[in-house]
Antibody
Framework: AVQLVESGGGLVQPKESLKISCAAS????????MYWVRQAPGKGLEWVAR??????????YYADSVKGRFTISRDDSKSMVYLQMDNLKTEDTAMYYC?????????WGQGVMVTVSS | DVVLTQSPATLSVTPGERISLSCRAS??????LHWYQQKPNESPRLLIK???QSISGIPSRFSGSGSGTDFTLSINGVELEDLSIYYC?????????FGSGTKLEIK
């Protein structure tokens, strides 16, 4: 069965950094585009970042709200995807979901909570 | 950015009813429109992809239709376990965007 397991969330202060991780299993990770989607408390879903596969040069894309501050990366040898979050803002407080799919999100992890507060 | 408008925001239903949820796009997204269900305190799950394609393991009472800018998610015979928030999402152009959701409640 497909599994996506996020880790690394927590409480940080504004302007600090945090790196969250996602371990994937149950599918051919190297063939899958990977994404991060977030959900602020009581709010809707927001796409954050995308990383494509090796044949697509691991191209990355970001929502305007995080561009220049967040970096998505992957390690196909470990079936891992990461989100490095720098210069965090209070509005980045959210549950962060790791997802996999094509243009839609077929598989979702359980999410990891990131809280940015002083 | 493509704006997705979902209506209604909240729908009160009686078990057994057939219902339809709407998602309208601000510009054509072809059939790159996907539907998700999110139950309280759970991760979203994919219900329908590419507007009308069914997903393995999803009950057959869920169906989708539409193309271009107008899309519909139908539930033929609502059950109590369907109480959730339903989101549409477009994958036609970056940034991928979601609608604000339709919350299904029991009357």
């Amino acid at each position: 069965a497909v599994q996506l397991v996020e880790s690394g969330g927590g409480l940080v202060q504004p302007k600090e950094s945090l790196k969250i991780s996602c371990a994937a299993s149950g599918f051919t990770f190297s063939n899958a585009a990977m994404y991060w989607v977030r959900q602020a408390p009581g709010k809707g879903l927001e796409w954050v970042a995308r990383i494509r596969t090796k044949p697509n040069n691991y191209a990355t894309y970001y929502a305007d709200s995080v561009k220049g501050r967040f970096t998505i990366s992957r390690d196909d040898s470990k079936s891992m995807v990461y989100l490095q979050m720098d210069n965090l803002k209070t509005e980045d407080t959210a549950m962060y979901y790791c997802t996999a799919g094509g243009t839609g999100f077929d598989y979702w992890g359980q999410g990891v909570m990131v809280t940015v507060s002083s | 950015d493509v704006v997705l408008t979902q209506s209604p925001a909240t729908l009160s239903v009686t078990p057994g009813e057939r219902i339809s949820l709407s998602c309208r796009a601000s510009e054509s997204v072809d059939t790159y429109l996907h539907w998700y269900q999110q139950k309280p305190n759970e991760s979203p799950r994919l219900l329908i992809k590419y507007a009308s394609q069914s997903i393995s393991g999803i009950p057959s009472r869920f169906s989708g239709s539409g193309s271009g800018t107008d899309f519909t998610l139908s539930i033929n015979g609502v059950e109590l376990e369907d109480l959730s928030i339903y989101y549409c999402q477009q994958g036609n152009s970056l940034p991928f965007t979601f609608g604000s959701g339709t919350k299904l409640e029991i009357k």
